[in-house]
């Protein structure tokens, strides 16, 4: 399952972590976050303990999302080492994923 970053715990669980985290940017309403909502779960169980894989909903956690000037969502953040190491904006197919996962693990 993914995990579920907050404006609480973001410092904690993707800045401090030791690997690759991959943070989609959501909202309820938003039907093209909806349609990559499974891939990320997918994505999560499949890199379980490898890659930290999660969702921000910028509806709830606003603190974050304006600290990455997210403007557009679905947007996913690949962040290593606390910065940003690429990204991704709107709905895209697993692959992308997969490819930028494997560029920066």
């Excluded at 499949?46 to 999302?65: A, C, R």
């Excluded at 996913?76 to 606390?82: R, T």
Aim: glycine fraction near 8%; charge should be neutral.
């Amino acid at each position: 399952m993914a995990h579920e970053f907050t404006d609480a715990n973001f410092q904690e669980k993707v800045i401090a972590a030791d690997k690759l985290s991959v943070i989609d940017f959501w909202a309820e309403w938003c039907g093209p976050c909806r349609a990559i909502g499974p891939v990320i779960e997918e994505l999560s169980k499949e890199y379980e303990g490898k890659v930290n894989v999660g969702k921000v909903n910028v509806d709830h956690n606003p603190q974050v999302s304006m600290n990455y000037g997210i403007t557009s969502i679905p947007a996913i953040l690949f962040v290593k080492g606390g910065q940003v190491v690429d990204k991704l904006v709107g709905a895209q197919p697993k692959a992308n994923f997969v490819k930028k996962i494997e560029q920066h693990k």
